[in-house]
């Protein structure tokens, strides 16, 4: 559900800098850009949930 909105919110920031004129290769760089820090803390949400430890789950 998380890679879902960081679509959602790429594919808006996608549209505003093409509608802004941006150009499209600087608007795909942003879009792939968002959906890097999704997939990114996606992958690493195990890793962040070990490191916090059973408090965390209080």
């Known amino acids: 559900m998380q890679l879902l909105g960081f679509l959602a919110v790429a594919l808006f920031a996608f549209m505003v800098g093409f509608?802004?004129?941006?150009?499209?290769?600087v608007c795909a760089m942003i879009f792939?850009?968002?959906l890097?820090?999704?997939a990114?803390?996606?992958?690493w949400h195990p890793?962040?949930?070990w490191m916090r430890g059973p408090a965390a789950k209080l």
């Open 36 to 38: 890097f820090i999704g």
């Open 19 to 25: 509608a802004l004129d941006l150009g499209g290769a």
């Open 47 to 49: 890793l962040i949930e």
């Open 32 to 34: 792939l850009l968002i």
């Open 40 to 43: 990114v803390l996606h992958a």
